[in-house]
C-alpha cells in the first residue's frame, strides 16, 4: 500500500529548506552533514532522508524554490499604466523587497550553486537570466536612444544596478520596507539622472 502523504508535508519541507539554507550558508555546503541539518531542523536524520535522499537533492530545491520563486516575482509585477521610467522603478523596489529575509539563500547561490551538476546550474542560471533581461528591457526603455545597438552598454548598465541592489542587501540586511522603498527611489533617480539625480 503507497504510503499517503502527511497534511504538513509541504510545510516540513519549506522548514528544512529554510534551515539547511542557514546550515549551508554559516557551515558552508561541503562542510554541512545531514546530522548538523537535521539538529537545525528539530528532527531526526530519518525524518529528513523522509524528505530527501541526499544534501544535494536538498541544495538543488534550497536554490530552485528561491530562484524560481524570485524569478516569478520580480518578471510578474504590475507594470500596468506605468511610464518607462515609473516601470524602473517599481522594478528595482520589488528586486530589494523581494530580497529581504533570503539572506541565507541569496549566500547559498552565491557559494554553492556550483556544487550542482552543470544540468542543473544551467536551470538556475536561465531564471538568473530572465531576471537581468527583465531589468534590463525595463532600462533600455527609459533611454532607448542611448542604448540602441551598443548591447555592451547596456548589460554594464543592468548589471551596474545589480551591483548597488546587491551592496544594498548584503549590508542592509535589517532593513524596512520604508527604508528599501527609499534606496530603490535613489538607485532609479542614479540610473536615469546621474549623480545629480539624487
Known amino acids: 500500500m503507497a504510503r499517503t502523504i502527511a497534511k504538513d ?4 519541507r519549506a522548514q528544512i529548506l529554510k534551515s539547511a539554507a542557514k546550515v549551508f550558508a554559516e557551515q558552508g555546503f561541503d562542510r554541512a552533514s545531514m546530522t548538523q541539518l ?46 518607462a521610467n515609473e516601470r524602473l522603478r ?8 523581494a530580497y529581504q529575509g533570503a539572506d541565507h539563500e541569496h549566500q547559498v547561490q552565491i557559494g554553492a550553486m556550483s556544487a550542482l551538476p552543470e544540468e542543473q546550474q544551467k536551470q538556475m542560471r536561465g531564471y538568473q537570466r530572465d531576471m537581468v533581461r527583465f531589468l534590463s528591457t525595463a532600462i533600455q526603455e527609459t533611454a532607448p536612444q542611448i542604448f ?20 544594498y542587501y548584503m549590508w542592509n540586511t535589517g532593513a524596512g520596507s520604508q527604508a528599501r522603498d527609499d534606496y530603490a527611489t535613489l538607485v532609479t533617480n542614479l540610473t536615469l539622472h546621474g549623480i545629480r539625480g539624487i
Open 90 to 97: 517599481r522594478i528595482v523596489t520589488e528586486i530589494l523587497h
Open 38 to 83: 537535521a539538529r537545525e531542523c528539530g528532527i531526526s536524520k530519518a525524518n529528513i532522508y523522509h524528505y530527501y535522499d541526499s544534501k544535494d537533492a536538498i541544495l538543488y530545491d534550497i536554490l530552485d524554490t528561491y530562484l524560481r520563486d524570485l524569478r516569478d516575482r520580480i518578471c510578474g509585477i504590475d507594470l500596468e499604466g506605468a511610464d
Open 148 to 167: 540602441d545597438g551598443d548591447e555592451a552598454k547596456l548589460r554594464s548598465a543592468t548589471m551596474s544596478v545589480f551591483g548597488m541592489l546587491n551592496w
Open 9 to 12: 508535508h509541504d510545510q516540513k
